[in-house]
């Protein structure tokens, strides 16, 4: 997508450019070129908001998320000389095998 913006906003550019040298009075049509651009501008950032996934419309899947994040318990912390827990062994003289 940003490729695509940044070959019509060359367009653009170049469009005006031309048109710019070849007018007879240039501020006029500066003017309404950026009257133009200011409307392209709102259209774009207006259809970027449907369209992404951080969009308004998505405050359902952000509502589930908190739920489900609320459901969760905090794990439990595990005892490391609990029953059934071999003790971690102390490093030897040698290096291990493995």
Same mark, same amino acid.
């Given at each position: 997508?940003?490729? @695509?913006?940044?070959?019509?906003?060359?367009?653009?550019?170049?469009?005006?450019?031309?048109?710019?040298? @070849?007018?007879?009075?240039?501020?006029?049509?500066?003017?309404?070129?950026?009257?133009?651009?200011?409307? @392209?501008?709102?259209?774009?950032?207006?259809?970027?908001?449907?369209?992404?996934?951080?969009?308004?419309?998505?405050?359902?899947?952000?509502?589930?998320?908190?739920?489900?994040?609320?459901? !969760?318990?905090?794990?439990?912390?595990?005892?490391?000389?609990?029953?059934?827990?071999?003790?971690?062994?102390?490093?030897? !003289?040698?290096?291990?095998?493995?």
């Amino acid at each position: 997508m940003p490729g @695509l913006l940044m070959a019509v906003a060359g367009t653009w550019a170049y469009a005006l450019a031309q048109l710019t040298v @070849l007018a007879d009075r240039p501020v006029v049509l500066l003017a309404g070129a950026a009257v133009a651009a200011a409307l @392209l501008l709102a259209t774009l950032l207006a259809l970027r908001s449907r369209v992404l996934p951080g969009a308004p419309r998505s405050g359902r899947l952000a509502t589930a998320l908190r739920a489900r994040a609320r459901g !969760r318990r905090v794990p439990r912390q595990v005892d490391p000389d609990g029953a059934g827990r071999p003790r971690p062994r102390a490093p030897g !003289r040698r290096p291990s095998a493995a």
